[in-house]
């Protein structure tokens, strides 16, 4: 883990609802703890990039905390409804009850998923937040798609593996006493 998160946000870290998160599917197998914690690393690294003066800490704080919506939208429910528009203000209000947040923590939160999301994020702290997601949402469904595929490519070599042994077993040939 990239030492700036623990240091600016192990509270946020050991907190139950982001232990909860461990168990809270985000994009396919990949859990939104898991989501949550490389777009804070993603955000940390492409700040340190640009040399310019950025909150760190509200950075990364922000970034933890940006889909702390605290449910499973695959499971249909009427409050999970068009997930993607509203889950933003959501994962605001769960993280305002829960931690003291700064006015560019809040501001992480509630724009990250622009520009699905308006208006447009404020500090450059936001700005690098909502394009942290992205490339972690990206990465989220490349990898998804390449363990599918792997999956696809084992079932069918068990297939092929499978056929042949049938195949081997038709085409033996027969003992001497054996009836055809
Ligand atoms: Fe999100
Ligand atoms: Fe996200």
Redesign the pocket.
């Known amino acids: 883990m990239d030492p700036v998160v623990s240091r600016y946000a192990q509270d946020i870290l050991d907190s139950e609802e982001m232990q909860l998160e461990k168990q809270i599917p985000h994009h396919g197998k990949v859990s939104c703890f898991e989501?949550?914690l490389a777009?804070a690393e993603t955000a940390a690294a492409i700040a340190r990039k640009l040399k310019k003066p950025i909150d760190m800490a509200s950075l990364v704080r922000g970034a933890l905390l940006?889909?702390f919506y605290l449910y499973d939208w695959h499971v249909a429910d009427p409050s999970h409804r068009l997930h993607g528009l509203f889950h933003a203000e959501k994962a605001l209000r769960n993280a305002e009850k829960r931690f003291r947040l700064n006015e560019i923590e809040k501001d992480i939160i509630r724009k990250?998923m622009f520009p699905l999301n308006l208006p447009f994020p404020l500090y450059p702290e936001s700005w690098i937040v909502t394009l942290a997601?992205k490339i972690?949402?990206w990465r989220d469904f490349k990898k998804n798609r390449a363990e599918k595929k792997a999956l696809r490519a084992e079932k069918k070599a068990q297939k092929n593996a499978r056929r042949k042994k049938e195949k081997d077993a038709r085409e033996k040939p027969r003992g001497k006493n054996e009836r055809p």
């Open positions: 989501h949550s777009v940006h889909d990250h997601d972690c949402t």
